[in-house]
């Protein structure tokens, strides 16, 4: 008389169970959401600090000619990648994680200028640099041509793209302030420290990259060999043969 409702409870209890199994997984943090939020702040950290340049211009940690130039590359940097990638990747899911990777660098720029950090915080230019190159150096190695290479060659490439991204950077700078500054009279140990860090950057997203590729191998290679390896089990009686 009593397994009725008994069975009914439990019914009920597995339905709403499954409810909410089915509304945590909705609301899961996955790899792309993170991504996707990740990107988002940092776009609007970019646009904060443009806007909050415009309003201010006065302030005294945007006098530097070197802010002036960056903040012509603060609205590049937050436009023109989305618009590539979107253009690059119409009827495809969008790459939330390229976007943040490629948003980080003019993020940490704007940040540190409009709060004057590269005043306030001799290593600040210098973190800067590793965060920046570190991101696009692991940025570049996840090109599918790559991955096809020997993981030596994926890793060094991985490094040369950080380490060439780097070189290009300081003769952006060189181009866009310090040759018509007073800034040259410290512009050469800038440069070095500013190329050391970005290849520091760099070699630790080859050295991951490495150590990733090598991880993979050696799974590979586990799996062949549980797949390949005789099937276990007691030894046919030789009253069968």
Request: net charge negative.
């Amino acid at each position: 008389m009593d397994e009725a409702p008994v069975t009914a409870s439990a019914a009920s209890q597995g339905k709403r169970v499954r409810r909410l199994d089915v509304a945590v997984g909705s609301h899961a943090v996955t790899p792309d959401r993170a991504w996707r939020l990740a990107s988002l702040i940092l776009r609007g950290t970019i646009a904060a600090a443009f806007l909050f340049a415009l309003v201010g211009p006065s302030l005294p940690q945007l006098q530097d000619p070197a802010t002036h130039a960056r903040e012509i590359a603060w609205p590049i940097g937050l436009l023109l990648p989305p618009t590539v990638l979107f253009v690059c990747n119409r009827g495809g899911p969008y790459p939330w994680k390229v976007d943040a990777l490629l948003a980080l660098p003019f993020a940490l720029d704007a940040v540190g200028n409009v709060l004057n950090l590269y005043h306030r915080w001799d290593l600040y230019d210098t973190m800067n640099h590793f965060v920046s190159w570190f991101a696009l150096a692991a940025l570049a190695s996840t090109l599918a041509p790559l991955r096809r290479l020997p993981p030596w060659a994926h890793a060094g490439l991985a490094l040369g793209a950080g380490a060439l991204g780097a070189v290009a950077w300081e003769l952006g700078e060189y181009a866009a302030f310090i040759h018509s500054s007073d800034y040259t009279r410290i512009a050469y140990t800038d440069t070095l420290s500013d190329l050391a860090a970005g290849t520091a950057g760099a070699s630790l997203a080859a050295a991951l990259v490495l150590l990733e590729r090598r991880h993979a191998q050696a799974e590979s290679v586990d799996s062949t060999a549980d797949s390949t390896a005789p099937a276990s089990g007691p030894a046919p009686s030789p009253l069968a043969q």
